[in-house]
């Protein structure tokens, strides 16, 4: 899979994308800010802990069906570094949800040739959260088939902080000229260094922002606002949104 700072210019990133008989185009990586699960549970009288549990069901639905329609990379926003501010007891639902979804997905997942990755620094989960994580993703590593990337304690921000960093440091001992650094060795160091470049970003829920989630990678995506709530998004939405990303044209800055 092609490190992200390869396709750091629009001709590079217009031709990530896969056509597809129709006339369309299958965007290599989509990025879904999952929103709207406990708005679903308010709108049922439920807790909630369910919309939590029904979003997981959705993320199930919608892996199966972006692996169906060859989307090389699906990521996916599923803990922010500012979800902390929950009260402890929905952080401690979350992070039950997380177990079980390992536990449940885990084995499809090695079956589908998936290969699964994590953006963000989950090592600020439980130890034995962490080392699930771990596990998952080193059973997973030898996969050559679609990438799953889960977002867990990210923050877009802390993510270009620390990219900055590195840099400095680099450029501090002497092994790098500050002359030299361009966007191509910035993308080098973000958490999405192995994934293509991002192609379609959508939000659901009707919510109109992208809440920290890859701003440096979202410079030239497709961005995609739909009303309708986390858990009732399926492979259907999934397909119409595609659809609507194949339509639509990618200049990048020319004419």
């Known amino acids: 899979m092609r490190p992200l700072g390869a396709a750091s210019a629009g001709a590079s990133q217009a031709a990530s994308l896969v056509a597809v008989p129709g006339g369309g185009a299958v965007p290599r990586h989509v990025a879904i800010i999952m929103d709207g699960n406990g708005r679903w549970a308010k709108k049922r009288f ?6 939590h549990k029904a979003g997981v069901d959705a ?3 919608v892996t199966r069906a972006a692996r169906a329609m060859g989307i090389e990379a699906l ?3 599923a803990f922010s570094s500012e ?3 929950r009260p402890a007891e929905e952080v401690s639902d979350l992070m039950g949800l997380l177990r079980h979804f390992i536990r449940s997905d885990l084995d499809e997942l090695t079956r589908e040739n998936v ?3 994590v953006i963000g620094d989950y090592h600020a989960f439980s130890p034995d959260l962490v080392a699930m994580v771990d596990d998952a993703i080193a059973r997973t590593a030898a996969n050559t088939g679609p990438l799953l990337a889960i977002a867990l304690n990210y923050g877009a921000h802390a993510e270009l902080v620390l990219a900055a960093r ?11 000229d500050p002359a030299s650094i361009d966007a191509a060795m910035v993308e080098g160091e973000l958490d999405t260094r192995d994934l293509p470049p991002l192609d379609l970003m959508i939000r659901t829920s009707g919510e109109q922002r992208l809440s920290n989630f890859l701003l440096w990678q979202a410079a030239y995506a497709e961005l ?14 999934l397909a119409e949104a595609v ?3 194949g339509v639509r044209q990618r200049r990048y800055g020319g004419l």
């Open 224 to 237: 995609l606002f739909v009303d309708t709530l986390w858990p009732d998004f399926d492979g259907d939405a």
């Open 166 to 176: 590195r840099l400095a440091e680099r450029a501090r001992d002497g092994v790098l």
């Open 46 to 51: 439920l807790p909630r802990f369910a919309g």
């Open 59 to 61: 993320v199930r639905n």
């Open 75 to 77: 990521t996916l926003y």
């Open 83 to 85: 979800n902390w501010r």
């Open 243 to 245: 659809a609507a990303f």
């Open 115 to 117: 290969r699964l990755c």
